[in-house]
């Protein structure tokens, strides 16, 4: 699950899972939903493998986050299925989606960037939860 909430000129995005590895997915899901209006209407047509070393959390997620924004900004692909792993030394993932096409995907806002501010990755009660705030 993922919500969106206001931050001055930014976008909050808060999201909750079961387990770590779900909240990474779920949070990759959350920011190409702020991206495309209907994650729904993408392909899962190319598969994008992402490797990142680290083992601290807020970080793996920022690289993470920025790593599939950079591939939209520089190849236009919009992405809406995620798988991820988090290990002792980082993060393997994967992706699928397809390029932009726009007949059929509608943009909703022009992320230009993840931000540290605000940068949480943390257990509670019920699993998991991350905030991160992203420029708009």
Do not use: C
Request: net charge negative; no cysteine.
């Amino acid at each position: 699950m993922h919500e969106t909430f206001d931050h001055t000129a930014d976008l909050g995005l808060r999201i909750r899972a079961a387990d770590l590895n779900a909240l990474f997915a779920e949070a990759a899901q959350a920011l190409f939903a702020t991206i495309v209006e209907d994650l729904g209407a993408i392909a899962p047509v190319h598969k994008l493998d992402v490797k990142i070393a680290g083992a601290d959390r807020e970080y793996l997620l920022f690289d993470w986050l920025k790593e599939l924004l950079y591939h939209f900004d520089a190849e236009h692909l919009l992405l809406s299925r995620f798988e991820v792993s988090i290990g002792d030394d980082g993060l393997q993932g994967s992706a699928w989606g397809e390029p932009l096409d726009r007949a059929r995907h509608e943009l909703a806002h022009e992320v230009k960037a993840i931000t540290y501010h605000g940068l949480r990755v943390e257990p509670v009660a019920d699993g998991w939860l991350a905030e991160v705030i992203v420029d708009i």
